[in-house]
Antibody, heavy 117, light 110 residues
Framework: QEQLVESGGGLVKPGGSLRLSCGAS????????MSWIRQAPGKGLEWISW????????KYADSVKGRFTISRDNAKNLLYLQMNSLRAEDTAVYYC??????????WGQGTLVTVSS | QSVLTQPPSVSAAPGQKVTISCSGS????????VSWYQQFPGTAPKLLIY???ERPSGVPDRFSGSKSGPSATLGITGLQTGDEADYYC???????????FGGGTKLTVL
């Protein structure tokens, strides 16, 4: 079945860096735009970035622009999110999701990023 | 502050019907398809409704969606305690070139 699995989360100090990965299986990863969405503790969903199927186009939310970089490796069915200059307000569960043009599906199980000293 | 507006909470008794509203604008809901996501505590969001009113395979027909202009509605009939979850509406925003979501609605089945 279609599946996404995130990894790479953890505890990091303010100003630090972390790289998240998202592995895809069960569908044609290279055909789909992909997004990262995060959810701070007790809060709602916040879209933060998307990347086109060929990596030619990317977009970021203002909250992460200039600090986060989305990328992908279609040969390995992997999506990445490089997060630099992390702040306490970046603490959240990070989800990857496949774009179907009009909706997001599937979603990964999420990986928790905690930014704290 | 979410781009789409949802009520923070709704509640109803088992067996009853509930609706959850989602309000946006012409740059998002008004000109794009709406999807709804169901999220249980500690788990990832799951697609519940897509293309305004379509249900993925496996979603009971107790769940329905509709859209009118810049607003959308999720309806749930025959409420069950197992429906207690957070529900999010989502859509593409043409002006932002980004996905936008509502703030989420917590459903309580009394």
């Amino acid at each position: 079945q279609e599946q996404l699995v995130e990894s790479g989360g953890g505890l990091v100090k303010p100003g630090g860096s972390l790289r998240l990965s998202c592995g895809a299986s069960g569908f044609s990863f290279s055909d789909h735009y992909m997004s990262w969405i995060r959810q701070a503790p007790g809060k709602g969903l916040e879209w933060i970035s998307w990347i086109s199927s060929s990596s030619s186009h990317t977009k970021y939310a203002d909250s992460v622009k200039g600090r986060f970089t989305i990328s992908r490796d279609n040969a390995k069915n992997l999506l990445y999110l490089q997060m630099n200059s992390l702040r306490a307000e970046d603490t959240a569960v990070y989800y990857c999701a496949a774009e179907r043009g009009r909706f997001l599906n599937p979603w990964g199980q999420g990986t928790l990023v905690t930014v704290s000293s | 502050q979410s781009v789409l507006t949802q009520p923070p909470s709704v509640s109803a008794a088992p067996g009853q019907k509930v609706t959850i509203s989602c309000s946006g604008s012409s740059s998002n809901i008004g000109n794009n398809y709406v999807s709804w996501y169901q999220q249980f505590p500690g788990t990832a969001p799951k697609l519940l409704i897509y293309d305004n009113n379509e249900r993925p395979s496996g979603v009971p027909d107790r769940f329905s969606g509709s859209k009118s202009g810049p607003s959308a509605t999720l309806g749930i009939t025959g409420l069950q305690t197992g429906d207690e979850a957070d529900y999010y509406c989502g859509t593409w925003d043409t002006s932002l070139s980004a996905w936008v979501f509502g703030g989420g609605t917590k459903l309580t089945v009394l």
